[in-house]
């Protein structure tokens, strides 16, 4: 069974930074897609990021340019580095990874990110 662990959310000031990690246990393999979602009170779970196996990456508009994701394959981690942060972007941050042969789309358990303005 496929775990994934979130790490690094906080409380941080407008225009700070933070770093988040995704750790994928379980499974011996490199996951197809990785991505990161996130989710506000009151609204739904959205796309912030992704990168597939060979290290492609696509952002949402509203990050672009102040977030960036990457992925270490040897250690089947995924990271979000977010940099001039916004009190709209406070949410909790989901990591995803899928494996399409297996037919495994898993989920971690989130991490709170708070941007205080």
């Known amino acids: 069974q496929v775990q994934l662990v979130e790490s690094g959310g906080g409380l941080v000031q407008a225009g700070g930074s933070l770093r988040l990690s995704c750790a994928a246990s379980?499974?011996?393999?490199?996951?197809?897609?990785m991505a990161w979602y996130r989710q506000a009170p009151g609204n739904q779970r959205e796309l912030v990021a992704f990168?597939?196996?060979?290290?492609?990456?696509n952002y949402a508009d509203f990050v672009k340019g102040r977030f960036t994701i990457s992925r270490d394959n040897a250690k089947n981690t995924v990271y979000l580095q977010m940099d001039s942060l916004k009190p709209e972007d406070t949410a909790v941050y989901y990591c995803?990874?899928?494996?399409?042969?297996?037919?495994?789309?898993?989920w971690g358990r989130g991490t709170q990110v708070t941007v205080s303005s």
């Open positions: 990168i597939t196996r060979a290290g492609t990456t």
């Open positions: 995803n990874a899928k494996l399409l042969v297996a037919a495994i789309n898993s």
């Open positions: 379980g499974f011996r393999v490199v996951f197809d897609d």
